[in-house]
């Protein structure tokens, strides 16, 4: 996999986060800096959504995710063109979404399996996302900077953006650090 990011051509993404997306009255977008969210969350249904849909090239996506945490529900991840926003709750287990929870639970489309290795306790952390587009397959990974990768996970759906999010007691602030597009050469 990392001979595949290596070898292909890049591009930059100004990735954002999108207000109209994102639970309103949680958080707080940094007008000259869309791509810094400040959170406060203090219910469940709190997610913080990018402003694009990817579809056809792979990608990466590193946020630092800054968040004083008071339970296991800290999420980063992705979700496709089904999830439905206005009623799920991402510590619930949904269909339609793959991600990496602080307390080392990672959920591929409604199935959760437990790894150790990704626990994150500390208040900052930057975690990357990684997603190959191919007409054979589709597939996530997760890593920690200075940690392992996970995956693949197999994808289902034809569109996918970048979501986190807390539910229940949280705050801090979530950086996009960078986003690329990665095209076969």
């Not at 400040?38 to 959504?49: A, D, P, R």
């Not at 500390?122 to 054979?136: A, E, F, R, Y």
């Not at 997760?142 to 999010?165: A, M, Q």
Request: hydrophobic letters at 30%.
């Amino acid at each position: 996999l990392k001979e595949y990011f290596k070898l292909n051509c890049h591009k930059k993404i100004f990735l954002e986060w999108d207000k109209n997306l994102s639970k309103v009255g949680t958080f707080t977008i940094n007008e000259d800096d869309p791509s810094n969210i400040k959170i406060h969350s203090t219910t469940c249904y709190t997610h913080f959504v990018t402003n694009m849909e990817f579809n056809e090239t792979s990608f990466f996506c590193e946020l630092e995710v800054n968040v004083n945490q008071t339970d296991d529900y800290l999420y980063v991840g992705i979700v496709n063109e089904f999830y439905n926003f206005s009623s799920n709750c991402m510590c619930c287990n949904p269909t339609n979404s793959w991600y990496v929870q602080c307390n080392g639970t990672i959920h591929s489309n409604a199935i959760n399996t437990n790894d150790n290795n990704f626990v994150w306790r500390s208040s900052k952390i930057i975690i990357g996302i990684k997603v190959i587009l191919s007409s054979n397959s589709k597939s996530v990974y997760f890593y920690k900077i200075g940690g392992e990768e996970v995956g693949p996970f197999n994808l289902s759906g034809d569109k996918f953006r970048v979501v986190c999010g807390h539910c229940n007691a949280g705050n801090g602030e979530i950086n996009i650090l960078n986003c690329e597009e990665v095209m076969e050469s």
